[in-house]
């Protein structure tokens, strides 16, 4: 496509999804999917906000918020279309997760940590589930509205959408 910032995933967040998509098939693989598994997750991501490392579950989305306010910004200076609609497409998806990929590797690194120390077992699928859900859903959902929040800020429209 003429004119995109097209980008190729970067090695970290190559390791980030490979390490994702490892540690759900290895989740389903140890603890099937019944609905005895799907109430035991559900169970233990409830208890998790009272359990020790509870910061994690502040830490994370903040640092997802704090990402997706420079690339709203960002978007919003370049005229970029808004990102919520344009994110369900691959390249777009590509690059919220060089942006999270941080962000997400630490939520996983802390994740394991928790059930290290806290549950003495290892849920895979909750680690990905944990990660995602605080640090990369955040930031899908901040990232359109800063962007147009900065638009009207500054008074500046987006550029016409060109059509191939």
Known sequence: MPGSEHRE?????????????ALALAGIVWHGVTAATVER???????????????????QPLMAALVAIRDGRRDAQSGRSPYFWKALGVERLG??????????????????????????????????????LFAFIPYLIIRG????LARRRHGSAPPPQRTP
């Open 9 to 21: 995933l970067g090695f970290l967040a190559k390791l980030v999804l490979g390490c994702l998509i």
């Open 95 to 132: 690059e919220a997760l060089n942006a999270t990929a941080r962000v997400v590797l630490l939520g996983l690194v802390m994740d394991l940590i928790y059930q290290a120390v806290v549950l003495q077992r290892f849920y895979p699928t909750e680690a990905v589930i944990v990660a995602l």
């Open 41 to 59: 997750v559900w169970h233990q991501l409830i208890e998790r906000t009272d359990a020790p490392m509870r910061f994690r579950f502040i830490l």
């Open 145 to 148: 509205p800063v962007a147009r």
